[in-house]
Structures are given as structure tokens and as C-alpha cells.
């Protein structure tokens, strides 16, 4: 009798082994493939209404991941490339009620990685900055490295970069930009404050 339970309990203690070795493995899996999908302007209600509750942070997306030196232009085209056209631009705040040039951004691209964890990228300072700005919820903290490292090999490795064209403010510099990326080149030239921003933003 004391010999069958003790085979039993080793018999348990195999399968609660195995069991937990698939489950780490599992986890591993997803956390070093993350999955990314990128939110497109029908996305954006669904996406904002989705993560309301989210405590945003950029803990743990700072960490060099070899790309936070590579100018934004740059970035932006190769996820152009890897993602298609950004969540939004200037050009979609600029429609909104009580739109602030203060606040005025290049790019923002939205994504959910693996279905579940929201993350938020855009420019710094449009195509005078370097790097981009990165924002993912408090929650998944430890897994924002990885996440990064991910992001900016998809980045490199994809087979670009894609030309691209948007408008940029710049609050320091009280202009307008338009910036592309066009026939291998990356230019950025002063204009006018595109059409529907009025002047007294």
C-alpha cells in the first residue's frame, strides 16, 4: 500500500512537471515572437475604446535595441515598409475639435502585439529627431524588451525603405514641414500651414 502511493504521488509529481514545462514553454514561445498588428484609421474608435483603462508607460522600451540613433525619417519609411501607413497623422488631429499645434505630432503608428498588449509609437521632434517615442500599458512592463527588440528587427530587416509623404509642425521652430521620403531621398522642405488649420491654432 505505501509503495502504491508512492508511486502515485511520483506519477503526480511527473505530470504536474510536464504540464509546467509546456506552460513555460508556451510563454516563452509568445513572448519571444510577438505578433503585431498594426491599427488602421477603422481601428482607432475600437482601439481607444478598448485600452481607455491603460496605464501608459515607456518603462522598458528604452532599452537600445539598435535603432534609437537611426534618424526618424528613416524609421518612419522602413515602417512604411513593414506596416503600411501610420494609425494616424498631423493631417487626421488636425480635423479634430480643440486640435493644439502644441501638441502636434508627424506619426503615430497603433498596434496590438499578440492580440492582447497595446503599444504606441511616434515621432520625436518629425524629421529633425532621432529614434522614435514608444508608450505600451504599465501592465506588461517585463515584456517591453523584448517586445522592442523585435519592433526594430522587423524594422531592419524588412525589404525597405518605403517612400512615404506627410506634414510635420514644428512648435520650436513656429513652421510647417512637408517631409517625404521619395526616389531614395529624404527631404524636408518649409510650407504654408496646410489647408483647414487655421491661424489662430
Given at each position: 500500500m505505501h509503495k502504491s502511493s508512492n508511486m502515485k504521488k511520483r506519477f503526480y509529481s511527473i505530470v504536474v512537471t510536464i504540464v509546467l514545462v509546456f506552460t513555460s514553454l508556451n510563454a516563452y514561445a509568445q513572448f519571444e515572437e510577438p505578433v503585431f498588428k498594426k491599427?488602421?484609421?477603422?481601428?482607432?474608435?475600437?482601439?481607444m475604446n478598448k485600452f481607455k483603462n491603460v496605464k501608459w508607460t515607456g518603462q522598458?522600451?528604452?532599452g537600445d535595441a539598435g535603432i534609437d540613433g537611426v534618424q526618424t525619417s528613416e524609421l518612419r519609411a522602413r515602417m512604411e515598409a513593414a506596416f503600411g501607413a501610420p494609425t494616424q497623422t498631423i493631417e487626421d488631429l488636425i480635423k479634430k475639435k480643440n486640435f493644439r499645434l502644441a501638441e502636434a505630432i508627424q506619426f503615430e503608428y497603433w498596434f496590438?502585439?499578440?492580440?492582447?498588449?497595446?503599444?504606441?509609437?511616434?515621432?520625436?521632434?518629425?524629421?529633425f529627431g532621432h529614434g522614435l517615442v514608444y508608450g505600451g500599458a504599465s501592465r506588461y512592463i517585463d515584456l517591453m524588451p523584448q517586445i522592442k527588440r523585435t519592433f526594430a528587427k522587423k524594422l531592419m530587416e524588412e525589404n525597405g525603405p518605403a517612400e512615404f509623404q506627410d506634414y510635420y509642425?514644428?512648435?520650436e521652430r513656429k513652421k510647417w514641414f512637408?517631409?517625404?521620403?521619395?526616389?531614395?531621398?529624404?527631404?524636408?522642405?518649409?510650407?504654408?500651414?496646410p489647408k483647414g488649420v487655421a491661424s489662430g491654432y
Open positions: 491599427m488602421g484609421e477603422a481601428d482607432r474608435a475600437w482601439f522598458g522600451l528604452y496590438t502585439v499578440d492580440d492582447s498588449i497595446p503599444l504606441m509609437i511616434l515621432d520625436v521632434d518629425g524629421p509642425y514644428s512648435p512637408d517631409v517625404r521620403y521619395e526616389n531614395g531621398r529624404y527631404e524636408y522642405k518649409e510650407i504654408k500651414a
